[in-house]
């Protein structure tokens, strides 16, 4: 069942300089028990749809299209309606879990005002659920008491999983969740989301630049890039076997260890994504792409079939041609 | 498109050596407890680390965090006072000879991880880089070439071609890849033998990553310079690096040819590190449990041994050496040609283990 729904959204920034279009027609689907893994790079609009789904958008931030939590518009919602979902149908892990608290509260009220507030529970029996929570994601009640500069960035990480989860969300955003993270502290931060997302069958929006750390955690995986998807289907498959070029680059800056061709061959994509307000022509990734040909700059790609499950917004695609690998 | 030209240590000598390092810091301690006559804690940051860089190789420095790859760089860079030890620099200590020194900090020169920060804002690319050049007192290059030559042929071996167009650029008007591109060239304009890389592409977009790294071993293949390059990033050591090092808790505990460290591990630690690179379809794998240690509290005996999954098993009581484990403190043993590790139980093993 599907649980967040977008069907073409867009969002534009308004900026002095005029409409900056960060997000240009974004369908996206999140179901039961699913984790959707949303990758892409700096200033392509994956936050951007965060907020949008929340709506934490800046006034005057133009929005179109229809965000669907559990069939529900959240862009139509009233204010006291939206203040019922978020938390309680719609929660967030955010990046910096260091920035993300209040330094000069005690972490068990932390995780309890987000429950009275958004649930009947009394303080009390917050304080309790705080507790049992805390237990859930793996540190003992007691540390309730302290303060978020007694964690290591590791615990913190683990109290904001907590918290999104105190009111039974729905849905989970995790944006960046372990970014900031060592490479040991992340592996394990990794593992409790997904064994937690397993055990509650929640669904799961999962965002990352990083696309092997999506393809670990994800079902599904959907790549972004300058404001569109240019790809979608089962994570394995597209991590593996892309079909856009550019997915294909970007898997290949993951080496896998121990495989030869990546050896001494580092390979990546000549130029920079594109400032959003500045897309090119026609398919916006074609000044990058290995694989260009003339109708590249004037044909904007829809997501064409691309095999089971799966879509990819090339014209190399629509006419059947293998996406071959560019180095 | 670049071939592997594999680094032959035993046909050289070093051009950069480390000999017994160590770097500490100091801990802070309260008005109070000051009066009480109680003493700060130390950080061992660096706690006794040999290391040997040939020329033109790459060697990759690998760790968690707090395990004292940086600050082992910086102190090689001259920016933090070693508290014991010496580091050479073709087979002459550095002392403190302020000639030497100069010289020596104009060949061996820093990238830093963040280019945003590493660039002073309000510059032109063009004093950007020539700054070096003016810091060193070089007026002319070994060919007679002006400034504004040497500036224009730094950049272009950086990939920022034609150089000329970027000498009036400030850095908020180039991306992230071509400030780091920059950076490089700014490191390049001194004619260094020796680039010393701190998490060089880890704050660069995904897609841009490849091509400094492309360009990190284009200069190594063209222009033989040698690079330390300190990543927490294997896979990146896998992609560029002849030889691997890996740093647990301020000393180094395996060390060799990158092919042999990454596909046949020795220590436990690295086979840790190694199990927690994200792979394709599932995170559901044993990891080693716990927070990065700290370098106030160095454990005695192995260092790794309140972590070490073969004590955690049994494995080092099976062994015999789990006494050695928890008292004695070992240094790294070469149990493989080239390949070197501290690890009671593979030291045991040795030579015939397949692993």
Redesign the interface.
């Known amino acids: 069942m599907s649980v967040l729904s977008t069907r073409d959204l867009t969002v534009s920034y308004h900026t002095q300089a005029g409409p900056v279009p960060a997000v240009r027609g974004v369908d996206l689907e999140v179901n039961t028990g699913e984790v959707l893994g949303l990758a892409g ?2 200033g392509c609009g994956k936050s951007t749809i965060v907020n949008a789904v929340l709506r934490l958008l800046p006034p005057k931030t133009e929005v179109t299209g229809e965000v669907l939590l559990n069939g529900e518009d959240v862009l139509a919602m009233k204010a006291g309606r939206l203040r019922a979902v978020r938390w309680s149908a719609i929660s967030v892990v955010f990046q910096g879990a260091m920035h993300a608290m209040n330094p000069v509260q005690r972490i068990g009220d932390q995780i309890a005002e987000a429950i009275v507030l958004h649930t009947k529970a009394g303080e009390k029996e917050a304080q309790v659920r705080a507790g049992a929570l805390l237990e859930q994601v793996g540190l003992p009640p007691r540390r309730l008491r302290d303060y978020p500069h007694e964690l ?1 960035g ?2 913190k990480q683990r109290v904001m999983i907590a918290m999104a989860l105190a009111c039974g969300p729905d849905l989970v955003i995790a944006d960046e969740p372990t970014t900031a993270l ?7 931060v ?2 409790l989301l ?1 064994e937690l997302q397993r055990e509650l069958g929640l669904a799961m929006l999962f965002i990352t ?5 999506l ?3 994800s079902d599904r995986l959907a790549i972004m890039y300058a404001g569109k998807i240019v790809e979608e289907g089962p ?2 498959a597209v ?2 076997d892309p079909r856009h070029p ?1 997915t294909r ?2 898997s ?7 495989d030869r061709t ?9 130029g ?2 594109p400032f959003p307000g500045n897309v090119p022509s026609g398919c916006s990734f074609h000044p ?1 792409c290995p694989l260009a040909f003339e109708e590249c700059p004037t044909i904007d790609p829809d997501l064409y079939v691309a095999g089971d499950g799966r879509r990819a917004a090339c014209l190399l695609v629509k006419r059947g041609d293998p996406v071959e690998a560019a ?1 | 498109m670049t071939t592997p030209t594999p680094a032959r240590p035993e046909a050289t000598e070093p051009v950069l050596e480390v000999r017994d390092l160590h770097v500490r810091f100091a801990g802070r301690l309260g008005l109070g407890a000051g009066l009480a006559g109680k003493k700060a804690t130390e950080s061992r940051a660096v706690d006794g680390v040999d290391l040997q860089l040939y020329p033109g190789e790459v060697l990759a420095l690998a760790g968690e965090s707090g395990c004292g790859k940086t600050t082992l760089a910086r102190t090689i860079m001259g920016l933090e006072p070693p508290k014991q030890g010496e580091i050479r620099f073709e087979g002459k200590p550095l002392g403190k000879s302020t000639k030497l020194l100069r010289e020596y900090r104009r060949r061996v020169q820093m990238v830093f991880q963040d280019p945003t920060a590493a660039l002073n804002p309000r510059q032109t690319i063009y004093e950007s880089i020539a700054e070096g050049l003016r810091v060193h007192g070089i007026s002319r290059g070994p060919n007679g070439e002006t400034e504004e030559q040497l500036v224009a042929l730094a950049l272009s071996r950086a990939g920022m071609r034609p150089p000329e167009r970027f000498f009036l650029n400030y850095p908020h008007e180039l991306s992230g890849g071509q400030r780091q591109r920059v950076v490089i060239a700014g490191a390049l304009v001194l004619d260094p033998e020796i680039i010393v890389a701190d998490e060089p592409v880890s704050s660069l977009d995904a897609s841009v990553r490849g091509e400094i790294l492309k360009l990190l071993l284009g200069l190594r293949n063209e222009l033989n310079i040698a690079m330390l390059v300190v990543t927490h990033d294997l896979g990146l050591a896998w992609t560029i690096a002849d030889r691997v090092a890996v740093m647990y808790l301020g000393r180094i505990v395996e060390i060799g040819p990158a092919e042999d460290v990454l596909t046949r591990p020795l220590h436990p630690y690295t086979k840790a590190l190694l199990e927690v690179v994200p792979e394709a379809g599932g995170i559901d794998r044993p990891f080693l449990a716990g927070e990065p240690p700290d370098p106030t509290r160095i454990p005695e005996g192995c260092r790794f041994n309140p972590r070490c999954p073969e004590v955690a098993s049994g494995e080092a009581a099976a062994a015999g050496v789990l006494d050695a484990c928890q008292s004695q403190d070992l240094g790294l043993g070469e149990l493989r040609p080239g390949h070197f590790a501290a690890c009671h139980l593979r030291a045991r093993e040795t030579p015939d283990d397949p692993a």
Not at chain 1, 209 to 213: A, N, P, Q, R
Not at chain 1, 262 to 270: E, I, N, V
Request: no cysteine.
């Open positions: 790079e700096s290591s590791g615990q060592d490479v040991m502290v992340q592996a394990q990794l593992q997904k630049h990083d696309l092997s750390v393809v670990e955690v994570a394995v991590f593996q550019y680059a970007l290949g800056a993951f080496p896998q260890i121990g990546f050896r001494m061959a580092p390979s990546g994509l000549p920079d994504p990058r180095h």
